[in-house]
């Protein structure tokens, strides 16, 4: 099957070329390959699986649906199991947006919530700029890769109306001090753009931001930096956008990213996590800026009944198991752990991350330099050892974890012991 795959499958394809896996069985944490192999799986079908793969509650609701006789496809009509999903994620949105709040289902991709966002905005106010940050990442259709940080990757060309604003990292902060004091200066300069009548930046539609990075190397933002960003969009009357595809659903220690900062967005852009392993993407928006005309964002498969009932389900087991404040109890743990290797593993340059978002920056140790060979040997190291794992970064050296929320001790004890072995074979190698 790897063969034919390989035969067959686009040169674009990339999770099949560093996991060469025939995934055949998967439960929880862990999957099992047609080789009989068993993974412990912390890439979570891209951080999507909050629960792990084929949670009971998720298989449940699934097969209500499918023994209820509903419809499976019903374009944007209403269902009573459409309504549970809205009614459920309502629920769980900041109180402020929740009480007057619209959605739009999108078409089923991150990048398509991504699309509608910024037509909403757009639409909204008038303007086309839009204020983006360093390392983003939204998507790759056009108008979300033009947001992101890599949007001249692969031959994209860059939107003109996006102005790129520096995100607050650090490491290799672009004002080389990195901490509070670089997310202070970050702010500033964002506050100078707009208020400074030659800066060349027309008044843009929107700032869009996510809360961590997750692509762009697991950089959580402060929340004081994160507020300052509410505060200069609410003053000039730009809509702000959290995307809150990769951070949503308790991933960071929050229900949501922004929850941490106290900080209510104008639009939150959803999906991953919000459809329970299926696809699902959607907005959703103060009602205020609901001024688009019907049809304004649209798209065939804005109805999979079995990815809300699937996110419904999902969403409700969050919230009932506290599993946020797990996340960020357990995501804290790991933390300490993983810098515990530090001294031990000179390549290990930083560890950093934000509840069950994580990640280990590799660096050769004498130069300082990004070692995006090293992040690719620690990955092999980790599947031979049954552990999946991903690269990020801006310079692919980030391996990045994303355990499902259900994670034990034990397991999360596994996690370690299998990387830190892996790391060490790596170097070694
Ligand atoms: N926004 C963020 C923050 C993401 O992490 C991703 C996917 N990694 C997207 C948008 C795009 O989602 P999709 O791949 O489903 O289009």
Redesign the pocket.
Known sequence: MLRRQAQRESAARTYARSLPIVPVRARGLTIEGADGRRYLDCLSG??TLALGHNHPVVLEAIRGVLDSGAPLHVLDLATPVKDAFTTELFASLPAELAADARIQFCG???????EAALTLVRTATGRSGMLAFTG??????AG?LAVSGGATDAGGTTDVRVTRLPYPQDRRCPFGVGGAEGAELSARWTRNLLDDPKSGVPAPAGMIL?PV???GGVHAAPDAWLRSMREITAERGIPLIA?????GVGRTGAFWGVDHAGVVPDVM?L??AIGGSL?L?VIVYRAELDQWAPGAHAGTFRGNQLAMAAGTATLAYVRENGLAERARTLGAHMLAALRGLIPSHPCVADVRGRGLMIGVELADPDTGEASPDLAVAVRQACLDRGLIVELGGRHASVVRLLPPLTLTDEQASAVLDRLADALSAATRR
């Open positions: 891209a951080g089923p991709a991150g990048t398509d919530a991504v983003a990442y939204h998507g790759m259709t979300a996510e990075q997750g692509e995307d809150e595809v990769q951070t852009v999906s991953k696809p993407a």
